[in-house]
């Protein structure tokens, strides 16, 4: 039954670091104003018959804080990232120099820095929730360890560490959010 009980911890572990990467990917999305090639990320180019993700097909890098950077690796690409970039709907407007494809990043205005505030808050929930959902997993298998003969005060005890690896998962959540807003927000 330890054994079991060590898999249940480990498997609870696992799934509030899972949720929390999953958050921190999400997170990384969300621009703050400033550029960075992850930006692109979401990007899809048709090179060679085939749609892929633009890192596939280009060096993509930072000039500057404002400024983004795609250096195919094959000039015929050109006008495919630039067609792939604006229908990423990204917000983004390309200028292809024949050589490179370099966009400027628009500044943020204070009504969407507050709209992505938002969505970073609700991707934040999003994750709580799974954290909340991996809770409920773990103590309904205490439960039914409880049937197969747990005694009463180790389920109590199993049930506190279940809820302390909650409460750490949901802190670290909420000091992300805090962060991340605080980036958003920083003119």
């Given amino acids: 039954m330890e054994e079991e009980i060590q898999m249940l911890m480990d498997e609870a572990k696992d799934a509030n670091e899972k ?3 999953h958050l921190r990917n999400g ?3 969300i621009r703050a104003g400033r550029a960075t090639p992850s930006m692109l990320d979401s990007v899809q180019v048709e090179a060679y018959g085939a749609l892929g993700p633009l890192n596939q097909v280009a060096n993509v890098n930072t000039l500057d804080a404002r400024t ?3 250096q195919p690796w094959d000039k015929a690409n050109l006008d495919a990232i630039t067609t792939g970039i604006i229908n990423a709907n990204l917000g983004l407007n390309p200028q ?3 050589e490179m494809i370099i966009i400027n990043v628009p500044t943020l205005t204070e009504e969407r820095r507050i709209e992505l505030v938002k969505k970073a808050k609700a991707e934040g929930e999003h994750a709580k929730v799974s954290i909340r959902n991996n809770r ?3 103590n309904d298998f205490i439960k039914k360890l409880k049937d197969d003969g747990l005694s009463e005060d180790r389920q109590k005890d199993l049930e506190g560490e279940v809820q302390v690896l909650t409460d750490g998962a ?3 959540i909420d000091d992300l959010l805090t962060a991340k807003e605080a980036d958003i927000l920083k003119v």
Avoid: P, Q, R
Wanted: hydrophobic letters at 35%; glycine letters at 6%.
């Fill in 136 to 138: 409920k997993e773990a």
């Fill in 19 to 21: 949720s929390f990467d």
């Fill in 68 to 70: 983004i950077t795609v």
């Fill in 96 to 98: 292809n120099n024949g």
């Fill in 170 to 172: 949901i802190k670290k």
């Fill in 27 to 29: 997170l990384e999305k």
